[in-house]
């Protein structure tokens, strides 16, 4: 799994730049992309910004850069998710988790 920041602005923000004022933390799902061989690969492409990343580190998510932070918030959000479904303990199982330099992580 992996979290990509994208650099597309939305009009939405652009008019809140102009604005001068606070915005609330966001984060939206621009897309999600399964390996149509093996589903239980795939990213999401993820949007975000400042505001969510502060929320994050106030409630204790780290990292060096902005998509380490998402992505270690994003990864206890699939656990949670998981755990609520029943699907915590799945034995027989293995998962790779490779760490990249760009700051994205690919889980497979």
Same mark, same amino acid.
């Given at each position: 799994?992996?979290?990509? !920041?994208?650099? &597309?602005?939305?009009?939405?923000? !652009?008019?809140?730049?102009? &604005?001068?004022? @606070?915005?609330?933390?966001?984060? !939206?799902?621009? @897309?999600?992309?399964?390996?149509? *061989?093996?589903? /239980?690969?795939?990213? $999401?492409?993820? *949007?975000?910004? &400042?505001? $969510?990343?502060?929320?994050?580190?106030?409630? %204790? =998510?780290?990292?060096? +850069?902005?998509?380490?932070?998402?992505?270690?918030?994003?990864? @206890?959000?699939? /656990? +949670?998710?998981?755990?609520?479904?029943?699907? %915590? *303990?799945?034995? %027989?199982? =293995?998962?790779?988790?490779? /760490? /990249?330099?760009? %700051? !994205? +992580?690919?889980? @497979?």
């Amino acid at each position: 799994m992996k979290v990509k !920041k994208t650099t &597309k602005t939305t009009k939405a923000e !652009k008019k809140s730049k102009t &604005k001068g004022k @606070s915005e609330e933390p966001m984060v !939206k799902v621009l @897309s999600v992309n399964v390996n149509p *061989d093996n589903p /239980r690969n795939g990213f $999401f492409e993820l *949007d975000w910004n &400042k505001e $969510f990343v502060n929320m994050l580190q106030q409630n %204790g =998510y780290q990292g060096e +850069t902005e998509e380490q932070i998402v992505d270690t918030w994003f990864q @206890s959000l699939c /656990r +949670t998710i998981g755990n609520e479904q029943g699907l %915590g *303990d799945i034995s %027989g199982g =293995y998962v790779q988790i490779n /760490r /990249r330099n760009d %700051g !994205k +992580t690919e889980v @497979s």
